[in-house]
């Protein structure tokens, strides 16, 4: 049986990343660079006012007062048109380019105007050389790296590459995702459980943990443990870049869900994963004619099995899919806070609740009733790995924890 660490390597050597395309940033919000982007000027492209006030000469104001000639009003978005002498100044504006000769910005609060002899009285500290200004190229020269392949584009990184001049950028896609329910045993959550059924929980999860990773979720419904309903379903859910299938995954007379998939044409890659929960976990690929491949993974249908193999093997896979550099879960240590004994004999992935207390991070792994008690995950931020079963563990331990 794999382990949890062969399977991510299975996943990453299988899922390629999506080909590049051209969006505008309107349409690239968390999207990830598939190339990286340099400046086309300089940042600032000039000697840029910070403060509302007047452009001095320095030298002029070393004791902090003087009394000024002004020469001109430099609004944002003009051009200085006069270049200063010792003795004058202009005003200017936040934002507005510093004319030649001047090197620091009085704010407008230190500054008495006499308009009648079109003249300033400064009354304020000593004014040092680029004070309230920002020097040209400061920021970013022009040819300057901006951001790099992989980055996630959020809205600051939007707004550095407009400022930088990429209106359009090389971004991967984010893959479309479908999810299938499988069971006899399952209803829609609105309705009323007849004996021996259950609602279908597991979809609307997954439909939101999908969201979470910025995917595009396409909820199938739920597929009857009947051949011909099931093998229509998968044939809807193989169009989509990944089919996720909840349930009929191991070894029972009606987990029907390995086989339907080996008739679609899909190959395995691997099946079974030494963890708990989440052993049947299911993996495979299909080669489309189109030349892009559905990626597809069966999942326990137990909904907390279900949740912990998205967030580890799913999750991993989709940020593959979209170009993230490093796509495996994010990995810190934290202290427990209580002992944990681990039973059976696999690596266990507890949900668990991070937290930060006295300076460092602690964990306190949640007690359920199986892999079936999805309310015990309500209170979960985390997942805590325990990497040897039937063992104790004591209060204080570090143990590795990934982030929910």
């Given at each position: 049986?794999?382990?949890?660490?062969?399977?991510?390597?299975?996943?990453?050597?299988?899922?390629?990343?999506?080909?590049?395309?051209?969006?505008?940033?309107?349409?690239?919000?968390?999207?990830?660079?598939?190339?990286?982007?340099?400046?086309?000027?300089?940042?600032?492209?000039?000697?840029?006012?910070?403060?509302?006030?007047?452009?001095?000469?320095?030298?002029?104001?070393?004791?902090?007062?003087?009394?000024?000639?002004?020469?001109?009003?430099?609004?944002?978005?003009?051009?200085?048109?006069?270049?200063?002498?010792?003795?004058?100044?202009?005003?200017?504006?936040?934002?507005?380019?510093?004319?030649?000769?001047?090197?620091?910005?009085?704010?407008?609060?230190?500054?008495?105007?006499?308009?009648?002899?079109?003249?300033?009285?400064?009354?304020?500290?000593?004014?040092?050389?680029?004070?309230?200004?920002?020097?040209?190229?400061?920021?970013?020269?022009?040819?300057?790296?901006?951001?790099?392949?992989?980055?996630?584009?959020?809205?600051?990184?939007?707004?550095?590459?407009?400022?930088?001049?990429?209106?359009?950028?090389?971004?991967?896609?984010?893959?479309?995702?479908?999810?299938?329910?499988?069971?006899?045993?399952?209803?829609?959550?609105?309705?009323?459980?007849?004996?021996?059924?259950?609602?279908?929980?597991?979809?609307?999860?997954?439909?939101?943990?999908?969201?979470?990773?910025?995917?595009?979720p396409q909820p199938l419904g739920i597929a009857r443990d009947e051949r011909?309903?099931?093998?229509?379903?998968?044939?809807?859910?193989?169009?989509?870049?990944?089919?996720?299938?909840?349930?009929?995954?191991?070894?029972?007379?009606?987990?029907?869900?390995?086989?339907?998939?080996?008739?679609?044409?899909?190959?395995?890659?691997?099946?079974?994963?030494?963890?708990?929960?989440?052993?049947?976990?299911?993996?495979?690929?299909?080669?489309?004619?189109?030349?892009?491949?559905?990626?597809?993974?069966?999942?326990?249908?137990?909904?907390?099995?279900?949740?912990?193999?998205?967030?580890?093997?799913?999750?991993?896979?989709?940020?593959?899919?979209?170009?993230?550099?490093?796509?495996?879960?994010?990995?810190?240590?934290?202290?427990?806070?209580?002992?944990?004994?681990?039973?059976?004999?696999?690596?266990?992935?507890?949900?668990?609740?991070?937290?930060?207390?006295?300076?460092?991070?602690?964990?306190?792994?949640?007690?359920?009733?199986?892999?079936?008690?999805?309310?015990?995950?309500?209170?979960?931020?985390?997942?805590?790995?325990?990497?040897?079963?039937?063992?104790?563990?004591?209060?204080?331990?570090?143990?590795?924890?990934?982030?929910?």
């Amino acid at each position: 049986m794999l382990s949890a660490q062969e399977a991510f390597q299975l996943i990453l050597e299988t899922v390629k990343p999506a080909p590049p395309e051209q969006r505008t940033l309107f349409e690239a919000w968390h999207c990830v660079l598939a190339e990286g982007t340099v400046s086309d000027l300089n940042i600032p492209p000039f000697d840029k006012a910070l403060m509302d006030g007047f452009a001095v000469k320095s030298s002029d104001c070393q004791n902090g007062k003087a009394t000024l000639q002004i020469q001109e009003i430099i609004y944002a978005g003009s051009v200085p048109t006069i270049s200063l002498q010792s003795g004058q100044t202009s005003q200017i504006m936040t934002g507005a380019p510093l004319p030649e000769g001047a090197d620091a910005v009085v704010q407008i609060e230190h500054c008495q105007i006499d308009e009648a002899a079109r003249s300033v009285k400064i009354d304020t500290g000593p004014v040092s050389p680029g004070k309230n200004m920002l020097p040209q190229s400061s920021v970013l020269e022009a040819g300057a790296p901006v951001l790099a392949a992989g980055t996630l584009l959020r809205p600051q990184e939007i707004g550095a590459l407009a400022e930088t001049g990429s209106p359009t950028v090389k971004v991967r896609r984010a893959p479309t995702v479908a999810i299938l329910a499988t069971g006899d045993e399952l209803v829609a959550p609105e309705e009323s459980p007849e004996p021996g059924q259950i609602r279908n929980s597991n979809e609307v999860m997954l439909h939101a943990q999908i969201l979470q990773t910025d995917a595009k979720p396409q909820p199938l419904g739920i597929a009857r443990d009947e051949r011909n309903h099931l093998r229509s379903k998968i044939q809807e859910g193989l169009k989509s870049d990944f089919l996720l299938l909840s349930g009929g995954v191991s070894a029972g007379e009606r987990d029907l869900v390995p086989s339907e998939l080996e008739q679609a044409g899909v190959k395995q890659v691997f099946h079974m994963v030494n963890l708990k929960p989440g052993k049947p976990l299911w993996f495979g690929i299909l080669e489309r004619s189109d030349g892009d491949p559905c990626y597809i993974f069966g999942l326990p249908g137990n909904p907390v099995s279900s949740m912990v193999c998205f967030e580890l093997f799913v999750r991993t896979a989709i940020r593959q899919f979209m170009g993230f550099p490093s796509p495996r879960p994010q990995v810190q240590q934290a202290r427990l806070k209580n002992d944990y004994h681990t039973s059976g004999n696999r690596p266990t992935y507890q949900p668990a609740r991070l937290e930060w207390e006295s300076g460092e991070s602690t964990v306190s792994p949640l007690i359920t009733m199986g892999s079936a008690d999805l309310n015990s995950t309500v209170k979960a931020n985390a997942v805590a790995l325990f990497p040897t079963g039937n063992q104790h563990y004591q209060a204080g331990l570090k143990v590795d924890v990934f982030l929910w």
